[in-house]
């Protein structure tokens, strides 16, 4: 994980092992990137080789008992709902596989660009028995057309760069030699408008849904362990830990 300086942006890498699956320890890293942004007048956060973030850290999570996995779920809320109430404009280059939490991060993004390549983004949790925390409903709602919210969250599919921007899922494909250029360019368009201006409409678009996260987190967050603990929740779980061991 580190974090370069462009001028007024700073590009937030996103290196974690091949798939930057999303654990305590990541979570840990790219809150301390956030710390990390200073001054900067706009942001770019992408991945490396074929990922954006292909989602949780799935093997160390799944044996956690209760209260330890509500620990993390919780982090996890605070990390990303601090992505979202970022005051400077962020573009999310999407270089590889955004799937289930990284595709949460990448939704978290004012701006989603992704690389036209054979990559997937989605969020498959329903595919897997799980649901969905109020962190994920609500900014994916502020995020995309109401017309798109069945394909994404409830059947679970995972799509093509295409396919996603059909959706409203990201904003623009570009050539994958193109993608790290176009995002910072993005940036730094949104950079050179006047500061002050732009951190105040982002912060009155978002900050309804913020308060919507933080007024159903107990509810949800109770809601969305049962999934993750029910029987058929659990088997699906471990059956995925049991073919990424295989890979």
Request: net charge neutral; glycine share 8%; hydrophobic share 50%.
């Amino acid at each position: 994980m580190r974090i370069e300086h462009a001028g007024d942006v700073a590009l937030v890498r996103m290196e974690a092992g091949k798939a930057n699956a999303i654990g305590p320890a990541f979570l840990s890293s790219l809150s301390a990137l956030m710390d990390g942004l200073g001054d900067a007048s706009a942001a770019v956060i992408t991945g490396q080789g074929s990922a954006f973030s292909a989602g949780l850290d799935l093997p160390s999570l799944v044996e956690l008992d209760r209260p330890a996995m509500r620990e993390f779920m919780e982090r996890f809320d605070e990390v990303v709902l601090r992505i979202f109430e970022l005051p400077q404009p962020l573009i999310a280059a999407i270089n590889g596989h955004a799937i289930a939490g990284g595709c949460v991060l990448a939704l978290q993004a004012d701006v989603r660009i992704a690389a036209d390549r054979d990559l997937r983004i989605g969020l498959n949790e329903t595919q897997l028995g799980i649901g969905l925390p109020a962190i994920v409903l609500e900014t994916l709602r502020f995020q995309v057309p109401g017309t798109s919210l069945a394909p994404i969250a409830l059947e679970g599919r995972l799509f093509s760069p295409r396919e996603a921007l059909q959706l409203g899922l990201v904003h623009e494909v570009v050539p994958e030699a193109e993608l790290l250029d176009r995002a910072m360019q993005r940036a730094k368009a949104l950079a050179a408008l006047p500061p002050y201006g732009v951190r105040q409409v982002k912060a009155a678009l978002r900050r309804p849904v913020a308060d919507a996260v933080r007024a159903e987190d107990a509810s949800r967050s109770k809601s969305w362990l049962d999934s993750w603990f029910s029987p058929g929740g659990q088997k699906t779980v471990r059956a995925a830990v049991e073919r990424l061991k295989r890979k």
